[in-house]
């Protein structure tokens, strides 16, 4: 949450601010801000404002700033309402230090208590304005910057993610991190920090990953890393290999949409390097998980937060399915707080597209602690999750930019279903044969994700006559209410529509008190086994006056029967059908989010990578 960006070089840094932010604004829209060290007013300028990036462009548009050194920020809010004021950069006293925060500090009541005490007063209600104050507060009594910086993070407690500036060393930017991410581009003769690497990937590849309590000093020729101990330290350079046109809409009006069209792609890239070459298994990278290794298991876990954890659901289930091991599912703000039963003979699986998630990573440490092994599945390379696993599988999906994740959700069902294969195969509970019937309608599955996209007017059609509902109930059973979750939560987040995900059995327990004339529900019904008892659910709901929406495989003329609309996903071995019955959700969503007027790639309230817990 919260997306921070700076640059020092011999180019004016506003445009490049805003380009930047303008790409952060995924970790939050609630308002946008640049501090920029002016040479000729030899002072700190900043300018922000509430609302989005392009409300602070047209605010500079008429009130132009330039300087070759500034940092930038994208808020989502914490402590305060979106406001011009609570708006970052937060400036100290003076106006000598400005500071741009990711994060929350902990104790920024104390800090303001005592600094009040001492003649600071406070513009803003957020926390960060006090880390502005407190470096200042140090550097009046120092007369030294970094040892200023220092002993402000003696002081405060909490996560951060900090770009200072100070217009007494216009040419230096301080960055440190603490459990929120934070790199440094590197460039000729001009160097950048970010939130992430999407805001700086057209001037750069090449990069440092800050790991938590390392202080950068960031000149536009050099930079020096201290750890911890305050000791310098030399850093390896992180190449990305994401491409600049991957971050870019590419002619699609949002980039939900592109991502949606990008699945075939990501999901043929997550299965081409994973199968052996000869047919017989899975290669996951380097994931020492092999016969000996699964053998100490006796229970898995699958931890994880929002989409991430639906997906991991279907790895819950897969797994239980195919290689017989127990598994418990919690979303990670749960098993944090629980003492969960684990020790060193639980597989921990940790989901997380950014690899950042605050609840997911202080999760995935309590497990580690607890000596357990842990897989993480990762999409962004060199996240912090990724980095503190004991084992990475990364979903191939490359840079998702709208809120809502789609391609990352069917990356991570990927590799939910080459992983719980693996351990199937390496624990002997399913044969080499049954492998490959399994792969060989794998390897149909992009082909088949095209095919559905190729029916995107049909669920605009269906957008068209269902705009005016209230209430959305999704129904399936088996893998097909794992998917119900994911497709009920896509249409919260973006149609701003309440909508329930329904175990189908489970409706006539209370909420079919819920159903009434013309109440659209959504059945899912692949898994062929559970038809009947699901289409019984489905009368049930018709009866009340339902309008049903079904979704089911291509042959199950059945369905025509029942339903009111429906959707055929294209026919597949069984326990594939959660990646394809979810793309006409995502469709739907989609549509439903555009019919109404919203912000699809932005919806309110959101952020895609939440750093705070
Ligand atoms: C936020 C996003 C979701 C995402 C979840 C977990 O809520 O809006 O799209 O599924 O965080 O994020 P992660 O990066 O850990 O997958």
Same mark, same amino acid.
């Given at each position: 949450?919260?997306?921070?960006?700076?640059?020092?070089?011999?180019k004016?840094?506003?445009?490049?601010?805003?380009r930047?932010?303008?790409?952060?604004?995924?970790?939050?829209?609630?308002?946008?801000?640049? +501090?920029?060290?002016?040479?000729?007013?030899?002072?700190?300028?900043?300018?922000?404002t509430?609302?989005?990036?392009?409300?602070? @462009? *047209?605010?500079?548009?008429?009130?132009?700033?330039?300087?070759?050194i500034?940092?930038?920020?994208?808020?989502?809010?914490?402590?305060?309402?979106?406001?011009?004021?609570?708006?970052?950069?937060?400036?100290?006293k003076?106006?000598k230090v400005?500071?741009?925060?990711?994060?929350?500090?902990?104790n920024?009541?104390?800090?303001?208590e005592?600094l009040?005490?001492?003649?600071?007063?406070?513009?803003?209600e957020?926390?960060?304005?006090?880390?502005?104050?407190? *470096?200042?507060?140090?550097y009046?009594?120092?007369?030294?910057?970094?040892?200023a910086v220092?002993?402000?993070?003696?002081?405060v407690?909490?996560?951060?993610?900090?770009?200072?500036?100070?217009s007494?060393?216009?040419?230096?930017?301080?960055?440190?991190?603490k459990?929120?991410?934070?790199?440094i581009g590197?460039?000729?003769?001009e160097?950048?920090?970010a939130?992430?690497?999407?805001a700086?990937?057209?001037?750069?590849r090449?990069?440092?990953?800050?790991?938590?309590?390392?202080?950068?000093?960031?000149?536009?020729?050099?930079i020096?890393?201290?750890d911890?101990?305050k000791?310098?330290?030399?850093?390896?350079v992180?190449?990305v290999?994401? =491409?600049?046109?991957?971050?870019?809409k590419?002619g699609?009006?949002?980039?939900?949409?592109?991502?949606?069209?990008?699945?075939?792609?990501?999901?043929?890239?997550s !299965?081409?390097?994973?199968?052996?070459?000869?047919?017989?298994g899975?290669q996951?990278?380097?994931i020492?998980?092999g016969?000996e290794?699964?053998?100490?298991?006796?229970?898995?876990?699958?931890?994880?937060?929002?989409?991430a954890?639906?997906a991991?659901?279907?790895?819950? +289930?897969?797994?239980?399915?195919?290689?017989?091991?127990?598994?418990?599912s919690?979303v990670?703000?749960?098993?944090?707080?629980?003492?969960?039963?684990i020790? @060193?003979?639980?597989?921990?699986?940790?989901?997380?597209?950014?690899?950042?998630?605050?609840?997911t990573?202080e999760?995935?440490?309590?497990?580690?602690?607890?000596?357990s092994?842990?897989?993480?599945?990762?999409?962004?390379?060199?996240?912090?999750?990724a980095?503190e696993?004991?084992d990475v599988?990364y979903?191939?999906?490359?840079?998702?930019?709208?809120?809502?994740?789609?391609?990352?959700? =069917?990356?991570?069902?990927?590799?939910?279903?080459?992983?719980s294969?693996?351990i199937?195969?390496? *624990?002997?509970?399913?044969?080499?044969?049954?492998f490959?019937?399994?792969?060989?309608?794998?390897?149909?599955?992009p082909?088949?994700?095209?095919?559905?996209?190729?029916? +995107?007017p049909?669920?605009?059609?269906?957008?068209?006559?269902?705009?005016?509902?209230?209430?959305?109930?999704?129904?399936?059973?088996?893998l097909?209410?794992?998917v119900?979750?994911?497709?009920?939560l896509?249409l919260?987040?973006?149609?701003?529509?309440?909508?329930?995900?329904?175990?189908a059995?489970?409706?006539?327990?209370?909420?079919?008190? !819920?159903?009434?004339?013309?109440?659209l529900?959504?059945?899912? +019904?692949?898994? @062929?086994?559970?038809?009947?008892?699901?289409?019984?659910?489905?009368?049930?709901?018709?009866?009340?006056?339902a309008?049903?929406?079904?979704?089911a495989? @291509?042959?199950?003329?059945?369905?025509?029967?029942y339903?009111?609309?429906?959707?055929?996903?294209?026919?597949?071995?069984?326990?594939?059908?959660p990646?394809?019955?979810?793309?006409?959700?995502?469709?739907?969503?989609?549509?439903?989010?555009?019919?109404?007027?919203?912000?699809?790639?932005?919806?309110?309230n959101?952020?895609?990578s939440?750093?705070?817990?």
């Open positions: 949450m919260c997306g921070i960006v700076g640059y020092i070089g011999n004016n840094a506003v445009p490049i601010l805003l930047g932010l303008e790409r952060l604004e995924y970790r939050g829209y609630d308002s946008a801000g640049v +501090a920029v060290y002016s040479e000729k007013e030899k002072e700190i300028i900043v300018c922000k509430k609302g989005r990036v392009e409300n602070l @462009e *047209t605010k500079l548009y008429d009130n132009p700033i330039k300087g070759r500034g940092i930038g920020h994208t808020r989502w809010a914490t402590h305060g309402i979106p406001s011009d004021t609570n708006a970052h950069p937060h400036f100290s003076s106006g400005a500071v741009v925060h990711n994060g929350i500090i902990e920024y009541m104390e800090i303001r005592i009040g005490s001492k003649g600071y007063d406070f513009v803003s957020t926390d960060t304005e006090t880390v502005a104050q407190l *470096t200042e507060y140090f009046n009594q120092t007369g030294d910057l970094q040892q220092f002993k402000t993070l003696e002081k407690d909490g996560s951060y993610a900090l770009g200072i500036i100070c007494d060393f216009p040419d230096m930017i301080v960055t440190t991190k459990n929120c991410p934070l790199i590197l460039g000729q003769g160097n950048f920090i939130s992430d690497i999407t700086i990937l057209q001037y750069t090449n990069t440092y990953i800050l790991e938590d309590n390392e202080v950068a000093f960031v000149s536009k020729d050099s020096k890393i201290y911890d101990k000791e310098e330290i030399k850093k390896d992180y190449v290999d994401w =491409s600049i046109e991957a971050a870019e590419s699609y009006d949002h980039f939900m949409l592109k991502e949606i069209y990008e699945q075939p792609k990501v999901v043929a890239d !299965l081409n390097r994973r199968f052996k070459p000869d047919g017989t899975i996951l990278d380097s020492k998980l016969r290794e699964l053998s100490n298991i006796n229970k898995v876990y699958v931890v994880a937060c929002g989409t954890y639906y991991g659901l279907v790895g819950k +289930a897969l797994i239980e399915k195919l290689a017989r091991i127990p598994v418990i919690d990670a703000s749960e098993f944090r707080y629980k003492d969960p039963l020790d @060193e003979n639980t597989l921990v699986i940790v989901i997380s597209q950014s690899g950042e998630t605050a609840d990573l999760a995935m440490r309590l497990a580690k602690k607890k000596n092994r842990i897989l993480a599945v990762v999409n962004v390379v060199g996240s912090t999750i980095r696993a004991d599988i979903t191939l999906a490359g840079p998702e930019i709208a809120v809502a994740s789609t391609k990352a959700y =069917s990356a991570q069902v990927v590799a939910m279903f080459l992983l294969l693996h199937a195969l390496e *624990t002997g509970k399913m044969t080499v044969d049954q490959k019937e399994i792969k060989k309608e794998m390897e149909k599955l082909s088949h994700i095209n095919k559905i996209l190729t029916k +995107a049909n669920v605009k059609r269906f957008m068209e006559k269902y705009i005016g509902s209230k209430n959305v109930f999704y129904i399936g059973r088996g097909d209410y794992t119900c979750r994911e497709g009920s896509k919260k987040e973006i149609a701003y529509l309440h909508s329930e995900p329904y175990a059995g489970e409706l006539k327990h209370g909420p079919i008190a !819920l159903i009434e004339e013309s109440t529900v959504i059945a899912v +019904a692949t898994q @062929e086994h559970l038809f009947a008892k699901t289409m019984s659910n489905v009368k049930e709901v018709k009866a009340r006056g309008k049903v929406l079904i979704i495989m @291509e042959g199950n003329r059945e369905i025509e029967n339903a009111d609309d429906y959707m055929y996903i294209p026919r597949t071995h069984p326990i594939l059908t990646l394809l019955a979810n793309i006409p959700q995502q469709l739907f969503a989609y549509y439903m989010a555009l019919g109404l007027g919203n912000d699809v790639d932005k919806p309110r959101l952020a895609k939440v750093t705070v817990e």
